[in-house]
T-cell receptor, first 114, second 115 residues
Framework: EAGVTQFPSHSVIEKGQTVTLRCDPISGHDNLYWYRRVMGKEIKFLLHFVKESKQDESGMPNNRFLAERTGGTYSTLKVQPAELEDSGVYFC????????????FGPGTRLTVL | KNQVEQSPQSLIILEGKNCTLQ??????????LRWYKQDTGRGPVSLTIMTFSENTKSNGRYTATLDADTKQSSLHITASQLSDSASYIC??????????????FGKGTHLIIQP
């Protein structure tokens, strides 16, 4: 069974440009999460989808970030316009609804804003 | 404020040696604690999960302990191998919900195994 996949693996853009990250969760997982890790800091929550609905987006830093999950399958995270402080590794995770609720993580997208 | 503190920040040991990583947390109420291993360029992978009533759990050469009273956990690696080189992240889940289903992440311990 394929795990969580993310595309691209790396992205280098200039300040002010737009970038779209994609996450394909494990098939059948209704829960999808976006996280970000800034260098030297811990992984921080961005938002949580249940199927196509945003369950919690309390971690989204500002309105330059837009996440979608049309059809409840893959998800995209768009940053527009990108700022220097948006640099970091963006992880996606998915999970089934279970009492242990283990989240399976993708390999991440390393975003560098110059 | 929920926090997870890990120590040491980094650790270098020789292949074949044992090591212990520490995790202290202030998450309340507590639901469970997971140790994740993150290889370079990969996402975190769960090694163990500990619930309130569990003191020790093993997964091969990895043994996790939990003291819910002192809010401390440790991950002991026995007979280390080169493939154990990775970041080890302690993640605590609270019962009060919130973002990411109430998960709070530590910064991780960067472990390097030298031949």
């Amino acid at each position: 069974e394929a795990g969580v996949t993310q595309f691209p693996s790396h992205s280098v853009i200039e300040k002010g440009q737009t970038v779209t990250l994609r996450c394909d969760p494990i098939s059948g997982h209704d829960n999808l999460y976006w996280y970000r890790r800034v260098m030297g800091k811990e992984i921080k929550f961005l938002l949580h989808f249940v199927k196509e609905s945003k369950q919690d987006e309390s971690g989204m830093p500002n309105n330059r970030f837009l996440a979608e999950r049309t059809g409840g399958t893959y998800s995209t995270l768009k940053v527009q316009p990108a700022e220097l402080e948006d640099s970091g590794v963006y992880f996606c995770a998915s999970s089934q609804a279970s009492i242990y609720n283990e989240q399976f993580f993708g390999p991440g997208t390393r975003l560098t804003v110059l | 404020k929920n926090q997870v503190e890990q120590s040491p920040q980094s650790l270098i040991i020789l292949e074949g040696k044992n090591c212990t990583l520490q995790c202290n947390y202030t998450v309340s109420p507590f639901s469970n604690l997971r140790w994740y291993k993150q290889d370079t360029g990969r996402g975190p992978v769960s090694l163990t999960i500990m619930t309130f009533s569990e003191n020790t759990k093993s997964n091969g050469r990895y043994t996790a302990t939990l003291d819910a009273d002192t809010k401390q956990s440790s991950l002991h690696i026995t007979a280390s191998q080169l493939s154990d080189s990775a970041s080890y992240i302690c993640v605590v889940r609270g019962n009060s919900g919130g973002g990411a289903d109430g998960l709070t992440f530590g910064k991780g311990t960067h472990l390097i195994i030298q031949p």
